[in-house]
Every structure is written in structure tokens, then in C-alpha cells.
């Protein structure tokens, strides 16, 4: 009797093991901080900014799963890679500052977020270039920030991004200085 139950509970245990097979629990990513960097640092007369946004500090996150029974997953037989379901938390506001002033209206440490153009998916479902305050933030693409207009009081500028996330957390970066012609 021994022995059946002793070969039940190895068999139960080793199908589990396979019947189990599935993505690892880490299903989304989460970040701590944005690293902000400029395409060009001087800004001649015909350019405008363009500010890449990138995640720092990146950390996995796994999902709250239940399990019952004996074994273990076979992790190494999965296909996916950490953070597979995306952002554990998504953006819901993004707001961009100067440490100097942009213009009579925008003066230094004033949200700049009027100025900043993204590209996003307009009413018709098309791709354009357009204001961040236009778009959903759903609808967008936050990781290339665009400023065309052109400061009129200082010409010497480094910006901070701020993102919002659903779960009340603000991250942010700051960006090297940038010269305007």
C-alpha cells in the first residue's frame, strides 16, 4: 500500500511538473527612473529638439498566482521573456520642465507640456506628429518627445520628464544642456 501511494504522489508530482509548463511569473516590467538624452545638443536655426526617453532601474514583476499540488513548473522549457505583458503600471501623465526660461510665458521650472509634440493615433486612426495635449495618452508613442518652437530668452536649457504612472509613482530623468543657435 505503501508503495502505490509512494508512486501516485511521483507520478502526480512529475505530471505537474509538465502539464505546468507555461510562462515564468514575471509578466511585467516596472522602472524607477527615465534616462533622457537629446539627438543633437547644439539646435541650429531649421532643427527642433528631439528627446528619446528611455527606462532605468528596470525590475520584474510577477503576477499573484495560486497553486496547488506537488512539483514544480518547468520554467526552462518557456518561451517568453521577463516582463512579457508589458508595463505593470502605465503612464497616465507626462509633464516636461526647463531649468531656464523658455519664453515670456514658459519661465523657468513652468510645465512645458503645451510645447511638446508627439507622435500619436489621431481620429481617424492615423499616425501624426501633434501636441502631447491633443492625444490620449494611451494613443501615443511617450518614448520621442519633439519641442519645434524655439526659446526667446535664454538659449541655454536642460529639461526634466516626469512621468505619472497608474499607481501614483512619478519617475523621472534630465537631459544633457542643450544650445539653441
Not at 522602472?31 to 536655426?45: A, M, P, R
Not at 511617450?142 to 518652437?149: G, K, M, R, V
Not at 535664454?154 to 544642456?177: A, C, L, M, P, R
Amino acid at each position: 500500500m505503501k508503495k502505490k501511494i509512494i508512486t501516485l504522489v511521483f507520478l502526480y508530482s512529475f505530471f505537474n511538473l509538465f502539464n505546468y509548463c507555461k510562462c515564468p511569473p514575471e509578466r511585467y516590467f516596472d522602472y524607477k527612473s527615465l534616462e533622457v538624452k537629446v539627438e543633437k545638443t547644439f539646435i541650429s536655426f531649421n532643427d527642433r529638439l528631439m528627446l528619446r526617453v528611455g527606462i532605468a532601474e528596470i525590475e520584474y514583476l510577477a503576477d499573484n498566482t495560486t497553486y496547488i499540488g506537488f512539483g514544480n513548473y518547468a520554467y526552462a522549457t518557456s518561451v517568453c521573456e521577463p516582463g512579457y505583458d508589458g508595463e505593470k503600471y502605465h503612464i497616465v501623465n507626462i509633464s516636461v520642465f526647463s531649468n531656464s526660461d523658455f519664453d515670456d510665458n514658459y519661465l523657468a521650472e513652468t510645465e512645458l507640456t503645451d510645447l511638446i509634440k508627439v507622435y500619436g493615433a489621431n481620429s481617424n486612426e492615423e499616425y501624426v506628429l501633434w501636441y502631447l495635449k491633443e492625444f490620449s495618452i494611451s494613443n501615443i508613442n511617450p518614448w520621442y518627445l519633439y519641442i519645434e518652437e524655439r526659446p526667446t530668452i535664454s538659449k541655454k536649457h536642460t529639461f526634466t520628464i516626469k512621468f505619472e504612472k497608474s499607481n501614483g509613482e512619478i519617475v523621472s530623468g534630465i537631459s544633457q544642456e542643450v544650445i539653441w543657435e
